[in-house]
């Protein structure tokens, strides 16, 4: 065994932060900053939820939490189309960027 294979280190493994619970979120979009409650259910590493958006409805979305760093697909309404975004969970506060190129943070 290597220096460098040490057994304990293969063993750890990153606890995934815990974020279920209502969370206010805002999010650029191409169409101008959207904001509302979004909804999180957590099991372990797997996310799924709601986003509520005035004028869109509820948007339905399911992602990953790897330790802090947070990995979401929301379906898009009237089409089959999703779009992702990913950020860093900061205890009370999440942020990241959206793949349009947006900006997004939640705070609960």
């Not at 957590?42 to 947070?70: C, I, N, P, R």
């Given at each position: ?46 996310l799924?939820?709601t ?58």
């Amino acid at each position: 065994m290597g220096c460098h294979e040490h057994p304990l280190f293969a063993q750890e493994r990153v606890e995934p932060a815990r974020i279920e619970g209502k969370w206010q979120m805002t999010m650029d979009t191409p169409h101008g900053s959207v904001q509302g409650p979004l909804q999180v259910k957590q099991d372990g590493a797997k996310l799924s939820g709601t986003y509520s958006v005035e004028h869109m409805g509820e948007l339905s979305f399911t992602g990953t939490v790897d330790g802090k760093k947070v990995s979401i697909s929301m379906e898009v309404p009237g089409g089959e189309q999703k779009f992702g975004f990913s950020g860093t969970v900061d205890g009370d506060k999440m942020s990241g960027t959206t793949e349009m190129g947006g900006n997004w943070k939640a705070s609960r």
